[in-house]
C-alpha cells in the first residue's frame, strides 16, 4: 500500500509559490531544466516596454539608437503618426553607471 501524502506547511507553499515566480522550467538536451524567468514590466519584457513607452531623448540619452532609427523608419515609411507622443519613464528603469577611478585611485 502506498504512503499517503502529506499537505505542505505554509512556509513551504510560500516558498514554493516564490520558487515557481522566480524560476520557469524549460527543456535543455533532453532534460528538464529550471531557468530564471526574463524580467518583466507590467506583464511585458523590459525591451519591449522600453520600445513602447520611451521618448525619443530618453532612448537618445540611454543609447537606444537601433529603437531610434526603428521609429524612423517607420515615420517615413507613414506607419506611425509624427505626432505620437511618448511617455518619459526615466525615473522607472535606468541603466547602471559607469564607475570612473578617482584621482586617489588613478595614482596608486
Same mark, same amino acid.
Given at each position: 500500500? @502506498? ?8 512556509? +513551504?507553499? @510560500? @516558498? ?15 532534460? +528538464? ?18 520600445? !513602447?513607452? @520611451?521618448?525619443?531623448?530618453?532612448? %537618445? !540619452? %540611454? ?5 531610434? %532609427? ?16 511618448? !511617455? ?5 528603469? +535606468?541603466?547602471?553607471?559607469? +564607475?570612473?577611478?578617482?584621482?586617489? !585611485?588613478?595614482?596608486?
Amino acid at each position: 500500500m @502506498a504512503k499517503p501524502k502529506k499537505k505542505l506547511t505554509a512556509a +513551504q507553499r @510560500a @516558498a514554493r509559490k516564490k520558487r515557481k515566480a522566480e524560476f520557469m522550467t524549460v527543456f535543455m538536451n533532453g532534460r +528538464q531544466v529550471r531557468v530564471r524567468r526574463p524580467p518583466t514590466v507590467d506583464g511585458i519584457p523590459v525591451e519591449e516596454f522600453i520600445r !513602447q513607452n @520611451a521618448d525619443p531623448i530618453w532612448l %537618445h !540619452q %540611454h543609447g537606444y539608437w537601433e529603437i531610434l %532609427h526603428e521609429r524612423e523608419m517607420a515615420e517615413r515609411v507613414g506607419v506611425i503618426p509624427q505626432s505620437t507622443q511618448y !511617455q518619459c519613464f526615466a525615473s522607472c528603469w +535606468q541603466r547602471p553607471k559607469r +564607475q570612473f577611478p578617482t584621482a586617489n !585611485q588613478a595614482n596608486r
